[in-house]
């Protein structure tokens, strides 16, 4: 129990050792770290709450541009739907114009089938009627039927009525000499002669006769001018047999 | 019976004379340096660091948590001197578990030389935070009349100090010796673990009394018992 003042005395130096090494290899670089560390943590966490702050404004931003574009889309496909919609109506019109025309083409066509239906058989029958005629007249009254018809063309000529005669015989002297006479068939020069004999008288002017083969005429004969035109006709027949002629085609038309 | 370490002397010249108690003190020196010194050469300032830094690091920071808790606002001032007492003392009384040890603790000439350097090392302190003027007027507080029981308190804390911390490891030591001459197994073992917390308790009241000493020196602790 007693004190031993040169130990005290080491002791004390000693302790002031272990003071300076710890201090030297454990508080100072302990400390250090330790505050190295806070610092850096709090640089982490500032850095992170910059990362965040920004990351917030790019999602608003991104927010704000989804949210335009998601209308601009709307707009577009409400515009494009307008435009389907109009240029769809427009090709409804354009076939439906199509059809119409179409339809009115084929009616058309239609129409000049009858037509050349009715056509084909005005001019059969014709050629029948001039066949019977000819044929009667010549069997009967050794009448050939070219005779018969140029002698009630002239009988017509000369029968004129007024007005009708007034305007012939103007056309006639202002025909500059040419006048055609188209007929069905060929005629006689007798037939020729009596003809201009005829109109000669009428007109009382020397003329040129200009003749042509027509098979398609419907009339027998007909006298033409630049102006003017006359023919004789067998319209009375043509038109009764016209009659008939709708009622077989729409036979036709029930059939098919 | 050998009561104190200081008995024990291998080598005797004149005056000076290397006993036990320096012998173990500077064992422990070169462990406390060495450990410290193995952890600390590679500390790291990431969040993820190496076990035995975790150790040091929670353990720095105790010590200067408490230091801050009396009443020193800088820490880091006082945690050599106070931080080396309280390791110094704590793994001396623990190494006891260790056969054949004797606790330099448990020497009254340690004990001495650690409360004369506290001692020493509350004025130092108080005049280097607040001037001599400053340290001086501390011993006319409340007025003068108290100048001398300032004094007397300053002379018999310090060996108060001294003695207690020789008194309880010396006592330890001394039980453990004197149960095992009696019950050799079991009990002494009782004793010892016992031993460890009182060491340890050891360590820790002569680490907070030395910075309870010298926080009262320093200006900090006026300005709070002004304040409070």
């Keep these: ?161 007024g007005a009708a005669k007034t305007k012939f015989i103007e056309a006639l002297k202002n025909s500059d000499g040419l006048i055609t006479i188209s007929s069905v068939f060929d005629l006689t020069d007798n037939s020729k002669q009596q003809l ?41 027949y043509l038109e009764a047999l016209k009659k008939e002629s709708i009622i077989t085609k729409d036979k036709e038309n029930a059939i098919n | 019976m050998r009561i104190s ?66 009443g020193l606002k800088k820490p880091d001032k006082y945690i050599g001197f106070i931080g080396t007492l309280f390791l110094f003392i704590a793994v001396s009384n623990l190494l006891t578990i260790v056969p054949w040890y004797e606790a330099p603790t448990g020497s009254l000439s340690t004990t001495a030389a650690l409360a004369i350097s506290v001692f020493i090392a509350v004025p130092v302190f108080g005049i280097a935070d607040g001037g001599l003027k400053g340290y001086l007027r501390s011993y006319l507080q409340p007025n003068f009349i108290m100048l001398p029981f300032n004094i007397i308190s300053e002379i018999s804390r310090t060996l108060a100090l001294a003695v207690r911390l020789f008194g309880n490891i010396m006592s330890g030591g001394l039980i453990a010796t004197v149960l095992i001459s009696i019950v050799p197994f079991f009990f002494p073992m009782i004793m010892s673990a016992l031993g460890l917390l009182t060491g340890m308790i050891q360590a820790y009241i002569f680490a907070i009394l030395a910075t309870v000493y010298i926080a009262a020196a320093t200006q900090d602790e006026e300005e709070i018992e002004g304040s409070g």
């Design chain 2, 5 to 70: 370490p200081d008995q024990l002397v291998f080598w005797e010249y004149g005056f000076i004379s290397l006993n036990l108690t320096i012998v173990t003190t500077w064992v422990l020196m070169f462990l406390l340096a060495l450990g410290a010194w193995l952890v600390t050469r590679n500390l790291k300032s990431e969040i993820k660091t190496s076990r035995w830094q975790n150790v040091l690091e929670m353990l720095v920071i105790m010590i200067r948590d408490q230091i801050k808790e009396v």
């Design chain 1, 1 to 161: 129990m007693e004190i031993n003042w040169f130990t005290v005395i080491a002791q004390i130096v000693n302790f002031l050792i272990l003071v300076w090494l710890l201090k030297r290899f454990l508080y100072k670089p302990v400390l250090e770290a330790i505050d190295a560390r806070e610092k850096k943590i709090a640089l982490q966490l500032k850095e992170a709450a910059t990362k965040k702050a920004e990351a917030k404004k790019d999602q608003d931003l991104f927010r704000q541009k989804n949210e335009y574009f998601d209308k601009e889309r709307v707009a577009i496909m409400n515009a494009v739907h307008e435009q389907v919609d109009a240029e769809k109506q427009r090709l409804f019109e354009e076939v439906r114009q199509e059809s119409t025309v179409l339809r009115s083409k084929f009616e058309e066509s239609l129409k000049q089938q009858e037509q050349d239906i009715t056509n084909r058989f005005k001019i059969k029958t014709k050629d029948a009627v001039f066949q019977i005629a000819k044929k009667t007249l010549s069997d009967l009254a050794d009448v050939s039927l070219e005779q018969q018809v140029v002698t009630v063309f002239i009988h017509k000529i000369r029968n004129l009525d």
């Design chain 1, 196 to 236: 201009e004999k005829a109109l000669e008288k009428i007109t009382e002017k020397q003329n040129d006769f200009q003749y042509e083969l027509e098979p398609e005429l419907v009339s027998g004969i007909k006298i033409e001018t630049a102006t003017y035109q006359l023919s004789w006709t067998i319209d009375s």
